[in-house]
């Protein structure tokens, strides 16, 4: 252990109050309008149109720097890993989202393009994501179900979905929530609104993020046992669905269930080999795509779809789509959906940024990802893309194999190109249900993050408390519900805890100016006559009441019932001097004696007089010290709170001075009407000891005062 650092220290100055130090720092009044703060936003110069160049495409200011030597090799490794990585991650995240296979490989690569250019973080690798894509799934499915495309089929004499007409309903409705999502994410980089990542607290979204793995695992278990259950929305429809799914498991189909239960074993293994050797092989074995290989072709091989009726992905068409503008008349009915889309995925994608920027030294502008996120599926989504984010596992495999920069996605969006125009069709006999133990075997991070739960509950109970209820939020309610009443609930919390704050008394430290909780510390002294309150939370509207309450109980004065009975004595005392008056008018009358003035002290012995003590009561504190040091603004009510309590004790005697108040504070209290002719910045002081020192009976004249 370190020895302490031992420094004495004498500071030898004025007792400050907030007046002294305004003349004394010559605090200036000069502020600037809103009509020069216009001109100064709008005026255009050189350095700073550069300036805004470069910060609106942040390529422009890396790329030309950009060093072969000590990047190429490990972006160009990183690029084809996560290229690789990419094709089954896209198509099984499109089956997610409730679209063909193909969309998952167009949404691998112009987001990807388009990031690079706008993006400001080096590793995260832009893609499809698990959350999103369920979450658009969700939407697709409500908009587009089966039910809205049922034809009639001659052959077999019954009603059969009209595939086509679906999937090009459901490309359609993804398309318009992709590119609204889009745009509110630009808007709101546009207006400097990537603070709002703060209102996700990190237990929130892991939280939400393991809730919404339960969804995406439950809308893969069909592709599991080869089974069709109906389409539930609304509260509680995961638990319908699997309800439903237990229903139907004797309808199970044994091929499709033996192809999962294999893959997902083999998956698991290849993935603890991959990890095991992980430090003895050069690069990382696409343990993904591997899997793809080999069960596509056993599944032609064996004639999968043919014999054991194994659902497989179909028909992917070869080439690029053209681009076409959403559907107009969809946006009405996806704007709730889009918006919590652009904050999901934006959540996402900038706490990931921020934990590699500050591992590796640079920074992530919040409000440019907010854009570059935004152009991503704006511009994607007219090429047909489905919404986008960043993936963890994809970006720690860009990271681990030693990609530098985003020429490392940009050389995975070259590799799914590859894929998409050339060798996109040999994936048609792929089993859906190895794209669906895929996403299992990759969600097991979500699930191991239940382990939380014991950690924050040692840590801290009200973050355990958020994760806990924003994930059955999540999990009753939908992902995008769920989200909507998870912040809520984490607003909530944060009002909660302003509302009960911990009120205390502050004591002396001995032969210090360091005030401390008397029941927080053994050695630390009450002073005598002067009492210290301190509330750890800020003052205003919702806990104002409170405020005062606590201040009574910790002084151990009852201000409305002092008040009162000081109130009843003076009507007493006036009705007295009525009376006495009414007595002196009758003694003149009878005795007929004109007197100017007041009447004979012999006429009024008679006559009781009631004085009212100017002493104050020895039992109450000669003076009160407010520490408003934790509090950083004051409402109206906060303002009007701490005039009542000035006002009150000081008619029973009390002195009342407020300390440590930020120079925000004192504007709120400017602006509020605090200060008048009678209450004037003499009562504020800079320090609790200045306010103390102020306060101390029969101090020196010298304004001159030493602080330990």
Same mark, same amino acid.
């Given at each position: 252990m370190a020895e302490r650092r031992r420094i004495d220290y004498i500071v030898h100055r004025e007792v400050l109050d907030e007046a002294a130090v305004d003349e004394m720092a010559e605090k200036s009044d000069s502020k600037t309008s809103l009509c020069e703060k216009v001109k100064k936003s709008v005026r255009c110069s050189g350095p700073r149109l550069k300036s805004c160049l470069l910060s609106s495409f942040p390529v422009v200011s890396w790329l030309p720097r950009y060093s072969i030597r000590e990047n190429a090799l490990g972006d160009l490794i990183a690029g084809i890993s996560v290229g690789i990585m990419q094709l089954p991650q896209g198509m099984a995240y499109a089956l997610l989202a409730a679209v063909p296979p193909v969309f998952g490989l167009y949404s691998s690569f112009y987001p990807v393009l388009v990031y690079f250019i706008f993006g400001t973080s080096k590793h995260i690798s832009i893609g499809t994501y698990a959350v999103l894509s369920v979450m658009i799934g969700g939407v697709i499915e409500r908009l587009a179900p089966d039910?809205?495309?049922?034809?009639?089929?001659?052959?077999?004499?019954?009603?059969?979905?009209?595939?086509?007409?679906?999937?090009?309903? +459901?490309? +359609?409705?993804?398309?318009?929530?992709? *590119?609204?999502? @889009?745009l509110f994410q630009i808007l709101l980089g546009l207006v400097q609104f990537g603070f709002v990542v703060t209102y996700l607290?990190?237990?929130?979204?892991?939280?939400?993020?393991?809730?919404?793995?339960? &969804?995406?695992? #439950?809308?893969?278990?069909?592709?599991t046992f080869g089974i069709s259950p109906g389409r539930h929305s609304g509260p509680f429809a995961l638990i319908f669905t699997v309800l439903e799914l237990c229903y139907l498991l004797p309808e199970t189909n044994i091929g499709t269930l033996v192809v999962s239960i294999v893959a997902i074993i083999g998956l698991i293994l290849a993935k603890e080999l991959n990890a095991y050797f992980s430090k003895k092989l050069p690069i990382t074995i696409p343990v993904e795509l591997v899997a793809v290989i080999i069960a596509t072709v056993i599944s032609w091989q064996v004639g999968l779809k043919e014999k054991y009726e194994v659902d497989v992905v179909g028909k992917i068409p070869s @080439?690029?789509?053209p681009p076409v503008l959403p559907t107009a008349s969809l946006f009405g009915q996806v704007i709730g959906d889009a918006f919590a889309l652009s904050v999901v995925g934006y959540g996402i994608a900038i706490s990931l940024g921020r934990i590699f920027a500050l591992k590796y030294g640079y920074k992530v502008d919040s409000n440019q990802e907010l854009i570059a996120l935004g152009l991503s599926n704006t511009i994607g989504g007219i090429f047909q893309c489905f919404a986008v984010s960043c993936s963890m596992s994809r970006s720690l495999v860009q990271e681990s194999t030693g990609g530098k920069t985003q020429v490392a996605g940009a050389l995975s969006a070259v590799v799914i190109l590859f894929i998409t125009l050339w060798i996109g069709t040999? *994936?048609?006999? $792929?089993?859906?249900? /190895? $794209?669906?133990?895929?996403? *299992?075997?990759?969600?097991?991070?979500? #699930?191991?993050? *239940?382990?939380?739960?014991?950690?924050?509950?040692?840590?801290?109970?009200?973050?355990?408390? /958020?994760?806990v209820a924003t994930f059955i939020f999540t999990v009753i309610f939908n992902p995008d519900l769920g989200l909507a009443a998870a912040i809520g609930f984490s607003m909530l919390t944060v009002i909660f805890r302003t509302q009960l704050p911990k009120y205390s008394l502050l004591g002396q #430290?001995?032969?210090?100016?360091?005030?401390?909780?008397?029941?927080?510390?053994?050695?630390v002294k009450q002073l005598p006559g002067i009492l210290i309150f301190r509330s750890s939370a800020t003052l205003y509207f919702a806990n104002a009441e409170m405020y005062q309450d606590a201040l009574g109980k910790k002084c151990g004065i009852d201000i409305t019932k002092i008040l009162s009975a000081k109130k009843k004595l003076e009507a007493k005392r006036k009705r007295h001097e009525k009376k006495n008056a009414r007595k002196a008018e009758k003694a003149l009358k009878k005795n007929r004696v004109e007197v100017e003035g007041e009447p004979d002290m012999e006429q009024q012995r008679d006559i009781a007089?009631?004085? #009212?003590?100017?002493?104050?009561?020895?039992?109450?504190?000669?003076?009160?010290?407010?520490d408003l040091s934790p509090v950083n603004f004051l409402d109206t009510v906060g303002v009007k709170t701490i005039r009542s309590i000035q006002r009150d004790y000081g008619e029973i005697g009390v002195e009342v001075v407020l300390a440590g108040c930020q120079s925000g504070v004192v504007d709120n209290l400017q602006t509020g009407g605090f200060f008048n002719d009678k209450v004037t910045k003499s009562c504020l002081f800079t320090t609790v000891h200045d306010a103390?020192? &102020?306060?101390?009976? @029969?101090?020196?004249?010298n304004p001159k005062e030493t602080y330990f």
């Open positions: 039910s809205n495309f049922m034809i009639w089929d001659n052959q077999t004499n019954s009603s059969i979905v009209d595939i086509t007409a679906r999937d090009a309903e +459901r490309v +359609r409705v993804a398309v318009a929530v992709t *590119f609204m999502s @889009g607290s990190d237990p929130l979204v892991r939280g939400y993020t393991t809730g919404a793995a339960i &969804h995406v695992i #439950v809308s893969q278990l069909k592709y @080439g690029l789509q040999l *994936f048609e006999d $792929l089993p859906k249900a /190895v $794209l669906a133990a895929i996403i *299992f075997v990759n969600l097991h991070g979500m #699930v191991k993050q *239940f382990l939380d739960i014991p950690a924050l509950w040692r840590s801290n109970k009200i973050d355990m408390l /958020v994760w #430290v001995p032969d210090t100016d360091v005030y401390k909780p008397l029941e927080d510390y053994n050695q007089i009631i004085e #009212v003590d100017a002493e104050p009561d020895p039992s109450l504190p000669r003076a009160i010290v407010l103390v020192l &102020h306060c101390q009976p @029969g101090r020196t004249q």
